[in-house]
């Protein structure tokens, strides 16, 4: 079970599709979809529900409500269809101080409250602008949630009960570890065993695998719960169990007395706000990571209507504040629904169990849903958030939020870090670099790197005040933005400068290497050497590198002197950061060695960005070939897998690839000692056998030759012979690397992504509002 609401990339994070839609009209196919995928949600949310009512010291059945209201509510009426909602994680810690501070009632009154901002919020279209919250914020509150439910449930499992606060939890935690209740402890680690191997099951060797991958289906936290229950039961274990009262007692909202409310009105409506933000920004990110599993579109200010009525209704009926989660909207979509019928059939189907199997539920025992919740708790810090909020230069915000939201609590904690990242923000926003360079002809060049605001001047004012009175100097601006105190201060240099008997040039230089004149002309001659084209276009070299000369070294130096003058000032700062830092690409990419392919064009990445495998043909050797693989390749994968940790590989194809065509004309196969180049060819055998077999088609359009269609089939082979490395098996079982299936057309310059469900290459759109319908590879699509 994981909780993942990442807004980018998403990342870490792993990429689910839906089944394709059904027509409208067929009730009944759909219903087939989603009658199975409803019951397997539910399994998953009535422990799930349980467990977060246990973790905020709320009555069981309040679990129980606000899973059926998520489903039955927010099924209906969000925007949203495949997402599921119900007790919402995140806001575990607030709820339990509610309730240990005013009350339960008071706390469904807070319910009340939330959801009625939530929908005047969704009413007025603001849905969107939920989502401009930093994402450290977002995972850096989620990590301090569940490292605070983390600790608190430990104290469960080992058979005591939690504190009031994380840090009093931390304080108390040695003493309960040196005296723990052995039946509680028994049963918890019972539970946290399955729910870690339970989904490992299929990883057996042999006969146990394939039957641990049948058993693996069911939820490990369903298995987990019900093992501890029956071992607990077996055992005839004295342990503290699930009160369940009867719904006669069940207590629904109330309003505040007056006195309580004269008295802490401050306090109470920044717990109204504080719920509205946590549980609608945690609703909305979830459905932006389920439109990226089913590259549909919702309607967030739809789904943050139908998430204010749903907490309303729960709130009156005495349940706990309710979202949308990833957890139970990620195991709807494995399961296959098609429609939001599912989401609403779960939300049946839990309200029958708290009807009809409350004698059951009142069995489990509490350190079992304590272990439950620690499990769900620990894997709200995610490793590869951290590592993406790294890369993004975020840390300190993520940091300063997880510690604020363990010691003073969320609110606190995510103020904390909202002013760190507007802190952050306006840093590099008043950061500039400002170098002063000699020339060889007794003249200087000032350059400047980022805006120029009042912030920078002093920076400036020292910069130009070395520079020697009486000299030429050319002051290069590199366009960024310019404020009037730094105009100021660079004019009234300039005019000091002068006086002295100096001469200064204020120009502007453009990122392309073209300078502008004070008139906004372009000076002659202002691009180096023999490249004589804008930004957009080095890659037309014929029209761009002068063909006339006939020294190739030279045209290649004369390229890197062009780098260093224009580009490498620019670059050079991220440069030293990765120098410094170490590379942390996000995907292997693993191309063919043809000179047109240019992987940073094509991606539009930078330094850092890919790990890049080029070979003839973008080969991977399998291990079965006899005498032909090659351990470069492996070597490159193992390491990339293993020890960047990527989160994807690609396999990218291209048209007219010569290796394909000496293939096809039988190279690898030619009498007398084979060359290098045999070899090494003999690595794409098994291509020409799919291609006679299984070849692989474009979606929209046929191929063009055959050369082309063992290309595009070429890639799915490899794709195929990628998965013999073992890391990369590992990997793929885990859920933690997807490999993708890519082919570039040079003649159109467009790009395909495979379709694993039609084993087709379908374009890649170049507008965001038509989304591409295949790009990740999932295992059972690689064999043919």
């Known amino acids: 079970m994981t909780l993942d609401l990442s807004s980018a990339p998403i990342p870490s994070d792993t990429t689910d599709h839906a089944p394709p839609p059904t027509r409208p009209g067929r009730a009944g196919a759909q219903l087939l979809h989603d009658l199975p995928a409803s019951v397997a949600v ?103 949630v569940g490292l605070t439910i983390a600790i608190a449930q430990l104290h469960v499992v080992l058979g005591g009960s939690p504190q009031s606060s994380a840090l009093a939890n931390l304080i108390a935690l040695p003493g309960q570890l040196a005296g723990p209740h052995p039946p509680a402890l028994a049963v918890g680690a019972l ?37 501890a229950t029956g071992l607990s039961m077996a055992a005839g274990l004295r342990l503290a169990r699930i009160n369940l009262p009867d719904w006669a007692s069940h207590q629904p909202a109330a309003l505040p007395d007056g006195a309580m409310l004269a008295a802490h009105w401050p306090t109470l409506l920044g717990l109204v706000l504080t719920v509205t933000a946590v549980a609608g920004v945690e609703s909305l990110l979830s459905s932006v990571a389920v439109d990226r599993m089913t590259h549909r579109s919702s309607d967030l200010d739809r789904e943050l209507r139908a ?114 990242a507007v802190l952050l923000a306006l840093y590099r926003l008043t950061r500039a670099h400002v170098d002063v360079l000699a020339e060889s002809d007794g003249g200087y060049t000032v350059r400047t790197h980022g805006p120029l605001t009042f912030a920078a001047v002093p920076k400036l004012s020292r910069a130009l ?53 004070p008139d906004g002309t372009v000076r002659a001659g202002s691009s180096p050497g023999l490249h004589r084209c804008r930004a957009w276009t080095p890659w037309v070299g014929h029209h761009c590198i002068e063909q006339g000369d006939s020294d190739p070294h030279g045209r290649l130096l004369d390229g890197v002197r062009g780098f260093q003058q224009h580009t490498a ?82 396999v990218c194809g291209h048209s007219g690839c010569g290796a394909m065509k000496a293939l096809l004309d039988g190279v690898h196969e030619q009498a007398g000692p084979p060359t290098p180049l045999a070899r090494w060819l003999r690595n794409g055998r098994g291509s020409l056998d799919r291609l006679r077999r299984a070849p692989a088609e474009f979606e929209g359009r046929p191929v063009v030759d055959t050369v082309e269609q063992l290309c595009l089939t070429n890639v799915v082979q490899q794709l195929d012979q990628l998965l013999a490395n073992p890391s990369v098996e590992r990997r ?50 690689l064999a043919a």
């Open 307 to 420: 998430q204010g009525a749903s907490n309303m209704l729960s709130g009156l009926l005495g349940g706990l504040p309710v979202a949308g989660g990833a957890v139970r909207s990620t195991a709807n979509i494995r399961a296959g629904a098609a429609t939001r019928m599912s989401a609403v059939l779960h939300g049946c189907w839990v309200l029958l169990a708290a009807v009809a199997l409350t004698g059951g539920l009142r069995r489990i025992p509490l350190a079992a849903l304590a272990a439950l919740v620690l499990v769900v708790g620990v894997q709200m810090v995610s490793l590869a958030h951290i590592r993406r909020v790294h890369r993004h230069r975020e840390f300190p915000v993520y940091l300063v939020t997880v510690l604020g939201v363990v010691l003073l609590g969320v609110p606190l904690g995510v103020a904390l870090g909202g002013t760190v």
């Open 191 to 227: 539970a946290v065993a399955v729910l870690y191997g339970w989904p490992r099951l299929g990883r057996l060797p042999g006969w146990a695998g394939r039957i641990g991958a049948t058993l693996s289906r069911l939820p490990a936290a369903l298995v987990a719960v019900a093992l």
């Open 42 to 144: 539910f399994l998953i949310a009535v422990p799930f529900a349980l467990g977060i009512a246990l973790a905020t010291g709320a009555p069981p059945t309040a679990g129980l409500v606000a899973a059926a209201v998520g489903g039955l509510v927010a099924g209906l009426l969000g925007g949203t269809p495949l997402q599921v909602s119900g007790p919402s994680a995140a806001l575990t810690v607030i709820v339990a101080g509610i309730i240990a501070q005013f009350g339960w009632r008071t706390a469904c009154a807070v319910t009340v409250a939330a959801g009625l901002v939530q929908l005047l919020l969704g009413s007025l279209r603001v849905a969107r602008a939920a989502l401009a919250v930093s994402p450290a914020i977002v995972h850096g509150m989620l990590a301090g």
């Open 465 to 517: 005040g070395r520079i020697p009175s009486g000299v030429r100097v050319t002051v290069c601006h590199d366009g960024s933005f310019l404020d009037h105190a730094a105009y100021e201060a660079l004019h009234s240099w300039r005019s000091s400068h002068q006086g002295a008997g100096g001469l200064v040039s204020m120009v502007t230089e453009r990122q392309s290497g073209e300078v502008l004149d």
């Open 569 to 650: 000032p620019l670059i050079r700062q991220e440069l030293a950061r990765l120098a410094r830092d170490g590379q942390t690409p996000s995907q292997l990419f693993l191309t063919c060695a043809d000179s047109r392919m240019v992987t940073s064009m094509i991606t539009n990445s930078g330094p850092g960005d890919l790990f890049t495998v080029r070979n003839v043909g973008n080969l991977v050797p399998a291990p079965h070939e006899p005498g032909a693989a090659d351990d470069s390749v492996a070597a490159a994968v193992q390491y990339a897998v293993e020890v960047l940790e990527v989160g994807s590989i690609t």
């Open 732 to 781: 793929v079982a885990d859920g933690t690397l997807r490999l993708v299936g890519m082919y570039f057309d040079f003649a159109t310059a467009q790009a395909y992504v495979l379709d694993q469900a039609a084993s087709r290459f379908v374009p890649v759109s170049a507008h965001p509002d038509q989304p591409d319908r295949g790009d990740d590879l999932e295992v059972q699509g």
